[in-house]
């Protein structure tokens, strides 16, 4: 992507939109535009930007070439037609789009492809939830070598998940006040994070039958998001064959003991603890991750799909 295309970042001074503008900046974007809503509009940043009120009249007035959304899904509803109307391309963080027919829904290792799809029809795609990503990120790689049976899972999320001002809660509580939560709409006897996972690694693996069961839990750390995954192969695949697997993975590094703390700040899904699953009748392996999910669980993967569609001819993921 050139470094002089025009970009926008709807939700700027957020928790997702600050990592957003600091990986462009690191990565030499030198024309970015900063949005949020109008009790931040007028506010000075680091790099010395003035944050603009996104609204309607100002992302479809042009002069962008791509923005990046990290609002909320009403929010993203109501203003994501007028950027497209401006005409821009968009990469859309929040739930709005992701399991619309006709919208791609893109982690750039797994199924960058799809991306493409939009230039010609809707201009937007949809960027994962923050656990579906390095998830998929594992299991593509293995569907790949062995097939996929059947996934368990079972997360450990940071609270910079919940954005900013969950973080600043829980820097502001006392330790022994730390406690796991379940902090999302509930559907049943699921919770909401629950089905997202399920229905959107069904989407971008393309395995619409894939059984998959998981269970999300917020946990009180910052930054950093980590799993639990058994998963159950077609074919047998043995440990040592599984981590060879994955140390070829684009986007996945291979560690011995992954950690929310040692993926923070990094732009890799660690993998690890990779072992049979003796609990299984068939071929079962389990195995533990962990990501930075403001970076490749938000940010860099929204930003990867924007080097996909603004330079296709040389794009790359790294």
């Not at 470094?3 to 970042?9: D, N």
């Not at 027919?101 to 949809?126: C, H, K, M, Q, S």
């Given at each position: 992507?050139?470094?002089?295309?025009?970009?926008?970042?709807?939700?700027?001074?957020?928790?997702?939109?600050?990592?957003?503008?600091?990986?462009?900046?690191?990565?030499?974007?030198?024309?970015?535009?900063?949005?949020?809503?109008?009790?931040?509009?007028?506010?000075?940043?680091?790099?010395?930007?003035?944050?603009?009120?996104?609204?309607?009249?100002?992302?479809?007035?042009?002069?962008?070439?791509?923005?990046?959304?990290?609002?909320?899904?009403?929010?993203?509803?109501?203003?994501?037609?007028?950027?497209?109307?401006?005409?821009?391309?968009?990469?859309?963080?929040?739930?709005?789009?992701?399991?619309?027919?006709?919208?791609?829904?893109?982690?750039?290792?797994?199924?960058?492809?799809?991306?493409?799809?939009?230039?010609?029809?809707?201009?937007?795609?949809?960027?994962?939830?923050?656990?579906?990503?390095?998830?998929?990120?594992?299991?593509?790689?293995?569907?790949?070598?062995?097939?996929?049976?059947?996934?368990?899972?079972?997360?450990?999320?940071?609270?910079?998940?919940?954005?900013?001002?969950?973080?600043?809660?829980?820097?502001a509580e006392p330790v022994d006040e730390h406690d796991l939560e379940f902090d999302w709409t509930w559907?049943?006897?699921?919770?909401?994070?629950?089905?997202?996972?399920?229905?959107?690694?069904?989407?971008?693996?393309?395995?619409?039958?894939?059984?998959?069961?998981?269970?999300?839990?917020?946990?009180?750390?910052?930054?950093?998001?980590?799993?639990?995954?058994?998963?159950?192969?077609?074919?047998?695949?043995?440990?040592?064959?599984?981590?060879?697997?994955?140390?070829?993975?684009?986007?996945?590094?291979?560690?011995?003991?992954?950690?929310?703390?040692?993926?923070?700040?990094?732009?890799?899904?660690?993998?690890?603890?990779?072992?049979?699953?003796?609990?299984?009748?068939?071929?079962?392996?389990?195995?533990?991750?962990?990501?930075?999910?403001?970076?490749?669980?938000?940010?860099?993967?929204?930003?990867?799909?924007?080097?996909?569609?603004?330079?296709?001819?040389?794009?790359?993921?790294?």
């Amino acid at each position: 992507m050139s470094r002089s295309a025009r970009i926008g970042v709807v939700g700027a001074t957020g928790a997702v939109g600050t990592v957003t503008l600091r990986l462009l900046r690191e990565r030499g974007y030198e024309n970015a535009r900063a949005f949020a809503s109008k009790r931040s509009a007028g506010k000075q940043l680091e790099d010395g930007a003035v944050v603009e009120e996104a609204t309607p009249g100002a992302l479809a007035a042009g002069g962008l070439d791509l923005v990046l959304f990290s609002c909320g899904t009403s929010a993203s509803r109501e203003l994501v037609p007028h950027a497209v109307e401006g005409g821009a391309l968009v990469v859309d963080k929040s739930s709005a789009y992701r399991l619309e027919d006709g919208y791609p829904l893109v982690v750039p290792e797994v199924n960058g492809d799809r991306a493409f799809e939009a230039i010609e029809t809707t201009r937007v795609v949809a960027n994962p939830n923050c656990s579906t990503i390095p998830l998929t990120c594992v299991l593509k790689p293995l569907h790949d070598a062995a097939g996929l049976r059947r996934v368990r899972l079972s997360t450990y999320q940071a609270v910079s998940g919940a954005g900013a001002r969950r973080m600043e809660r829980l820097q502001a509580e006392p330790v022994d006040e730390h406690d796991l939560e379940f902090d999302w709409t509930w559907e049943g006897d699921e919770t909401e994070e629950e089905s997202k996972i399920r229905a959107e690694a069904r989407k971008i693996l393309e395995l619409p039958e894939l059984p998959i069961s998981a269970t999300t839990v917020r946990v009180p750390i910052l930054v950093g998001h980590a799993q639990s995954v058994w998963v159950e192969t077609e074919e047998p695949l043995s440990p040592e064959q599984a981590e060879a697997v994955l140390a070829g993975a684009d986007g996945v590094r291979l560690v011995e003991t992954p950690s929310p703390r040692e993926a923070a700040q990094t732009e890799d899904v660690l993998v690890g603890r990779i072992r049979p699953d003796r609990a299984a009748e068939g071929n079962g392996l389990v195995l533990f991750l962990a990501c930075d999910n403001l970076v490749k669980g938000a940010a860099l993967n929204a930003l990867q799909i924007a080097e996909l569609l603004l330079e296709p001819a040389r794009a790359t993921v790294r």
